[in-house]
């Protein structure tokens, strides 16, 4: 997640996968081509329609807009099939929230980001991403925005972080 733009009346955070989506989709064309002039290879005609469906299965995208003076958080995403969007008031947002991906074995740590209501977290993205540090910057952008005038939430440590989400040896990487 990246931030688009951030002005005293609104940040705008954005995530996309049009990336891989257009690769994919660019070799689901190139391979249709060469099928095509190769008199209808079946197997090549098989590997364009995998290469059509992962182009659309990659395809997600999400958009976070944290409008200040409606005091309001909105959270549009689409996802491979469905597009939905969420408005959610500043007043019921308690927390917003690193979350660090458990299952990653890997040397980098992935985390997403949610806002924390009163009924539960809502992700801002659909999947987690690399980039800790980028993370927690977004995080204190938009706690800057959302509790002004408020009781802020703590800093968070990137150390405590990762030792509560149980990767030991990445806090300790970055210890």
Not at 16 to 21: K, N, Q
Not at 56 to 63: D, G, L, Q, Y
Not at 118 to 127: E, K
Not at 166 to 175: D, K, L, M, N
Request: contains cysteine; proline residues 4%; hydrophobic residues 45%.
């Amino acid at each position: 997640m990246y931030v688009v733009a951030n002005s005293p009346e609104c940040l705008r955070l954005r995530e996309s996968s049009r990336l891989v989506s257009t690769v994919l989709a660019g070799a689901a064309v190139a391979l249709g081509i060469f099928a095509v002039s190769r008199h209808f290879d079946r197997t090549l005609l098989i590997n364009t329609g995998i290469a059509a469906v992962a182009a659309v299965f990659f395809r997600r995208e999400s958009r976070v807009t944290l409008d200040k003076p409606a005091r309001r958080c909105g959270i549009w995403r689409r996802d491979m099939w469905r597009t939905s969007y969420r408005a959610i008031a500043f007043d019921d947002i308690t927390d917003v929230r690193v979350e660090i991906a458990t299952a990653d074995t890997g040397r980098q740590t992935h985390s997403r980001l949610a806002v924390v209501t009163r009924d539960g977290a809502v992700p801002l993205t659909a999947g987690f991403g690399p980039g800790l540090d980028n993370q927690i910057r977004i995080r204190e952008a938009m706690v800057d925005m959302i509790f002004a005038g408020r009781g802020r939430p703590a800093v968070i440590d990137p150390v405590q972080l990762l030792l509560d989400a149980g990767q030991p040896f990445a806090a300790e990487r970055r210890a």
